[in-house]
């Protein structure tokens, strides 16, 4: 640029008028030049910097657009690894249940194999045994045959007896795979079947027995023909009465109950006294205190008849024959025992009375049978003078008088301190413990029943944690409450466990008692 003004400037620089001119119009185009020239520059420089500004922002902008979708992209990868991943354990549980059926079919199936194996070796052996025993069979046989005609050559000079008796061991060698055969099918009869007869025919006894309620062991009841003997036997001032009781040992009770009066005594033979006098006095008439000593003495005087009265009674309802009177008496004063508020003739009667079914459902003697139940608890009724156990001195008893081995080992036996030896003295055993234990047979006491109650949850009280015990379905069940903030639900089941050994080691109960431990945590708010 210099160069062409200098040629331009050339022509008139020859002038030096002009040359102030000519060097302020160089000056101004130089000054122009150079102002062009930054001008140019920095209009370059700016938009140097608005292009690099520019492009930085369009590669901020593309950066994060490739961030944005590099994370959707590897989300996307993630997804669906993930599902790969699920489809893979999928397949793969899948694979695992295939393979898991397939071993156990392969193990059934090996199983199989092993029984068929074991059932065709038992097979095998079977077979080979009776190859074997036929082998044997047809040696037998043809050793037989070979007898057989030596025999038969010889039977010419046999006589008849010899003839029969060579039959005779010929038709029991036949005859043995036979009698095999049915002792085989006798011993593979069903032990379901035995035990299903067994109960049928106990059933059938049972329900063939109507048992009356149990006497009230301390009281006996008097019946009156009118409201004024009531008076009468009270006397004046009640001298009668006093009299009456002191005489008898027992105490005479008078309410309002209509012609009846009331004899309480625990002990059996006093109150049977007093009830026979208290009769003979009713029937008399004549009640004052010389009369009412003259008929106590009296009643003690039959006694003795009475007694032997009520054996009779027994043996004649039985309809039993033979036994010596002796027996008999001992027989009566089983009236005034007691088992367990049971009383013990009744029971006898009811023994001798299931003896006699059991045996007749059974095909044996029902006369032999009911014997023997009625005397099996006969010892109870001998005097303290003899030593043993009741069955025992019982069966001495009646084995003095006369009566069978097979009645003196049932009534010896019937609490197995001999041994049986007939079934006799089975069925006294079973006759005896369905008499017993059949409901209502032997009542307990009240007093008795509350105490045990009451022992029972004493004793489910001892245990840690609880805080309540009921006993309940009469003492068959108890239910403990526990603290839920003390007893966790782990303690409260082995709490039911401790509570049930300790009942069992510390208790003794008829049946058995289920334990029930309860923990129970309420909250509780009221909104107002």
Known sequence: MLTIIAAITKPALTSSAAEPYLWALLAAGLVGVMGGFFGVWFIMRQSRRLAEQSAASHLELARREAAVTAQEMIG?????????????????????????LMLREIRSHEESLALLDYQLEQRQERLAREASAIKQARDAMRDLSKS?????????????????????????FECQEELRALRKELLERSEQEVVQESKRILVATMQRLASKPNNDITATIVQLPSEEMKGRIIGRE??????????TATTLLIDESPQMVLISSFDP??????????????????????????????????????VAQIGEEAVDRLKISGLHPEIIKLLGRLRFRFSYTQNVLDHSIEVAQLCSMLASELGLEPN??????????????????????????????????????????????????????????????????????RPGARAESMTSYIERLGRLEKLAM????????????????????????????????????????KIEEELDYPSTIKVTVIREQRYTETAT
């Not at 009640?238 to 009456?244: E, T, Y």
């Not at 208290?278 to 009643?299: C, M, Q, T």
């Open 238 to 247: 009640g001298r009668n009465i006093k009299s009456f009781e002191a005489a």
């Open 462 to 501: 001892t245990m840690p944690g609880v805080q309540q015990a009921f006993a309940i379905q009469a003492g068959r069940e108890v239910r403990v409450v526990v603290q839920p903030s003390v007893v966790t639900d782990e303690q409260a089941h082995l709490l039911a466990k401790n509570l049930r050994k």
């Open 368 to 437: 032999v049978a009911k014997r023997a139940g009625l005397l099996h608890d006969i010892g109870k009724s001998i005097e303290g003078e003899y030593e043993g156990s009741h069955a025992l001195i019982g069966a001495d008893f009646i084995r003095r008088y006369g009566e069978t081995t097979i009645v003196v080992n049932a009534v010896a036996a019937h609490h197995a301190e001999v041994k049986p030896e007939t079934i006799y003295a089975g069925l006294v055993i079973l006759a005896d413990a369905i008499s017993a234990s």
């Open 269 to 306: 033979v006093r109150r049977e006294i007093a009830k026979l006098a208290l009769e003979s006095l009713v029937k008399d008439g004549r009640i004052h205190p010389a009369s009412i000593e003259e008929f106590v003495n009296r009643a003690r005087q039959d006694m003795d008849l009475h």
């Open 148 to 172: 057989l005609r030596k025999r038969l050559e010889g039977v010419a000079s046999l006589d008849g007896e010899e003839v029969r008796k060579q039959l005779r061991e010929e038709v029991v």
């Open 76 to 100: 996307k990868a993630e997804e669906d690894i993930r599902a790969r991943e699920a489809e893979m354990n999928r397949d793969f549980d899948r694979r695992k249940i295939e393979i898991e």
